[in-house]
Nanobody, 112 residues
């Protein structure tokens, strides 16, 4: 089974940027879709962004225009560029391949 590991979380001021990376131990092309989810304390895990094999993307309304998902098949890595971060973006961010493989998560904290 392909293992996923997230990198790039941290503490940032409101309005700042972070780029998350999700590195796979195998080919991400084996997954129909790669996605980023997040879970804030006391809340359900929610979809943030997704990208298909052929590059089609989908975003949660709350992040449209601020976040960009991309993939580098040669590096077996998926990225989430997050700009204009807001305190409500604070959460643990998870990467998943078609919902079958999940990373351990990376914490993103946005200070107001």
């Amino acid at each position: 089974q392909v293992q996923l590991v997230e990198f790039g979380g941290g503490l940032v001021q409101s309005g700042g940027s972070l780029r998350l990376s999700c590195a796979a131990s195998g080919s991400i092309f084996s997954f129909v879709v790669m996605s980023w989810y997040r879970q804030a304390p006391g809340k359900r895990r929610e979809l943030v962004a997704a990208i298909t094999r052929n590059g089609n993307t989908n975003y949660a309304d709350s992040v449209k225009g601020r976040f960009t998902i991309s993939r580098d098949n040669a590096k077996n890595t998926v990225y989430l560029q997050m700009n204009d971060l807001k305190p409500e973006d604070t959460a643990v961010y998870y990467c998943t391949g078609s919902g079958t493989s999940w990373g351990q998560g990376t914490q993103v904290t946005v200070a107001s």
